[in-house]
Each structure stands twice: as C-alpha cells, then as structure tokens.
C-alpha cells in the first residue's frame, strides 16, 4: 500500500468517523451534545486543531510549489485563508463557552498536553 492509499484509507475512517458522531449527537441531551461539541473543537488537541494543522501543512507545501512555479498561488492562499477561518472558528467558540461559563473541555477522561499551537498563533 502507497502513502497516498494510507492517507485515501485515514480520510475515509475519518468521514465515516464524523457522521457516526454527527448521529451520536444528535441524540444526546442538549448538555451533553454542549460538551461533547466542546470536546470536537476545544483548541486543545482537537479533531479541528488536528485539520487546521493539515490544512497548514498543506498550505506550506502549496507555498513551495507555487513559489517553484509549478502550483497556483491561489491554491496556497485558499488554503491558508481556510486554515485561518477554522482556527477562527475555534478561538469564537472557545470565547462564547467561556463567556457563558460553558463547558469546553469534557468533564472527565485523559486530556494530552500539547505545545503552542501549530499555526503559529501560540494558545
């Protein structure tokens, strides 16, 4: 199996791993449907940290390219512009639950530490 299958194979375990949540959520107490959509974008080593650092990774590789000539500029741009947009996503969420004294983080479970934040903007 190449890379590139691994990586077709984690993106599909991936998708069918959100709608099962999507499912689950739906279902839930509206307390508990809270948490666990704080859990899911909690800044902290969450599922939208994790794709706002791919979205970086892929935003430095199409950099590269496009400064080689071989890609578009555009293409780097689009994806920075929506690395940016979820990250900012994440920092409003974290923001409103604060505010109204919401909780963000799941009340019980191991939490793994994590170091500044990979999109440079330091949390």
């Given at each position: 199996?190449?890379?590139?299958?691994?990586?077709?194979?984690?993106?599909?375990?991936?998708?069918?791993?959100?709608?099962?949540?999507?499912?689950?959520?739906?279902?839930?107490?509206?307390e508990d449907a809270l948490r666990l959509l704080?859990?899911?974008?909690?800044?902290?080593?969450?599922?939208?940290?994790?794709?706002?650092?791919?979205?970086?990774?892929?935003?430095?590789?199409?950099?590269?390219?496009?400064?080689?000539?071989?890609?578009?500029?555009?293409?780097?741009?689009?994806?920075?512009?929506?690395?940016?947009?979820?990250?900012?996503?994440?920092?409003?969420?974290?923001?409103?639950?604060?505010?109204?004294?919401?909780?963000?983080?799941?009340?019980?479970?191991?939490?793994?530490?994590?170091?500044?934040?990979r999109s440079g903007r330091g949390r």
């Amino acid at each position: 199996m190449t890379e590139f299958t691994r990586g077709i194979r984690q993106i599909e375990t991936a998708e069918a791993a959100l709608r099962a949540l999507a499912d689950r959520l739906s279902a839930l107490p509206p307390e508990d449907a809270l948490r666990l959509l704080g859990r899911l974008f909690h800044s902290d080593g969450s599922p939208l940290s994790e794709l706002t650092h791919v979205l970086c990774t892929g935003t430095e590789i199409a950099r590269k390219q496009a400064q080689q000539g071989a890609w578009p500029d555009e293409l780097a741009l689009a994806l920075a512009y929506a690395a940016n947009a979820l990250d900012e996503g994440a920092l409003d969420l974290d923001e409103a639950l604060d505010r109204h004294h919401l909780p963000s983080r799941p009340a019980a479970g191991p939490s793994a530490p994590r170091a500044a934040h990979r999109s440079g903007r330091g949390r």
